[in-house]
Protein backbone atom coordinates (compact mmCIF):
# COMPACT_ATOMS: atom_id res chain seq x y z
CA UNK A 1 0.00 0.00 0.00
CA UNK A 2 2.69 2.26 0.91
CA UNK A 3 5.49 1.00 -1.55
CA UNK A 4 5.88 1.98 -4.83
CA UNK A 5 5.61 -1.63 -6.78
CA UNK A 6 2.27 -0.98 -7.70
CA UNK A 7 1.35 2.39 -9.42
CA UNK A 8 -1.95 3.81 -8.83
CA UNK A 9 -2.13 6.52 -10.99
CA UNK A 10 -2.62 4.46 -14.21
CA UNK A 11 -6.20 3.12 -12.60
CA UNK A 12 -6.74 7.01 -12.07
CA UNK A 13 -6.08 7.87 -15.53
CA UNK A 14 -8.52 4.65 -16.58
CA UNK A 15 -11.18 6.24 -14.19
CA UNK A 16 -10.88 9.35 -15.91
CA UNK A 17 -10.61 8.24 -19.49
CA UNK A 18 -13.78 6.28 -19.23
CA UNK A 19 -15.25 9.44 -17.45
CA UNK A 20 -14.22 12.15 -20.06
CA UNK A 21 -15.52 9.37 -22.95
CA UNK A 22 -18.85 9.29 -21.40
CA UNK A 23 -19.42 13.05 -20.71
CA UNK A 24 -18.44 13.85 -24.57
CA UNK A 25 -20.52 10.84 -26.04
CA UNK A 26 -23.32 11.85 -23.51
CA UNK A 27 -22.63 16.02 -24.82
CA UNK A 28 -22.60 14.57 -28.86
CA UNK A 29 -25.73 12.82 -28.45
CA UNK A 30 -27.61 15.60 -26.81
CA UNK A 31 -26.04 18.02 -29.55
CA UNK A 32 -27.34 15.64 -32.20
CA UNK A 33 -30.43 15.76 -30.99
CA UNK A 34 -31.04 19.52 -30.70
CA UNK A 35 -30.30 20.15 -33.74
CA UNK A 36 -26.50 20.87 -33.62
CA UNK A 37 -24.85 18.30 -36.11
CA UNK A 38 -21.70 20.28 -36.32
CA UNK A 39 -21.27 21.05 -32.38
CA UNK A 40 -21.70 16.65 -32.11
CA UNK A 41 -19.03 15.89 -34.92
CA UNK A 42 -16.63 18.34 -32.98
CA UNK A 43 -17.65 16.17 -29.99
CA UNK A 44 -16.55 13.24 -31.38
CA UNK A 45 -13.33 14.76 -32.50
CA UNK A 46 -12.83 15.85 -29.22
CA UNK A 47 -13.09 12.58 -27.95
CA UNK A 48 -10.80 10.84 -30.19
CA UNK A 49 -8.22 13.76 -29.76
CA UNK A 50 -8.79 12.26 -25.36
CA UNK A 51 -7.84 8.85 -26.60
CA UNK A 52 -4.66 9.88 -28.11
CA UNK A 53 -3.86 11.97 -24.86
CA UNK A 54 -4.41 9.67 -22.14
CA UNK A 55 -2.68 7.02 -24.50
CA UNK A 56 0.67 9.01 -24.26
CA UNK A 57 0.61 9.88 -20.92
CA UNK A 58 0.28 5.78 -20.65
CA UNK A 59 2.64 5.50 -22.73
CA UNK A 60 5.39 6.90 -20.11
CA UNK A 61 4.12 4.16 -17.31
CA UNK A 62 4.19 1.26 -19.51
CA UNK A 63 7.87 2.58 -20.41
CA UNK A 64 8.28 2.97 -16.93
CA UNK A 65 7.33 -0.53 -15.98
CA UNK A 66 8.98 -2.15 -19.18
CA UNK A 67 12.39 -0.81 -17.90
CA UNK A 68 12.02 -2.18 -14.42
CA UNK A 69 11.13 -5.69 -16.06
CA UNK A 70 14.54 -5.47 -18.29
CA UNK A 71 16.16 -4.55 -15.26
CA UNK A 72 14.88 -7.44 -12.99
CA UNK A 73 16.19 -9.66 -16.21
CA UNK A 74 19.43 -8.40 -16.12
CA UNK A 75 19.74 -8.12 -12.42
CA UNK A 76 18.65 -12.09 -12.40
CA UNK A 77 21.25 -12.85 -15.01
CA UNK A 78 24.22 -11.61 -13.07
CA UNK A 79 25.96 -14.14 -11.59
CA UNK A 80 27.66 -13.22 -7.89
CA UNK A 81 31.63 -14.11 -7.58
CA UNK A 82 32.81 -17.34 -6.04
Given at each position: ?????????????????????????AA???????G???????????????????????????????????????????????
Amino acid sequence: MFGFDKLITPKIITFLYILTMLLFLAAGVISFFNGKVGAALLCVLIAVFCRVFFEGIMIAFKNNEYLRRITEALEADRKPPL
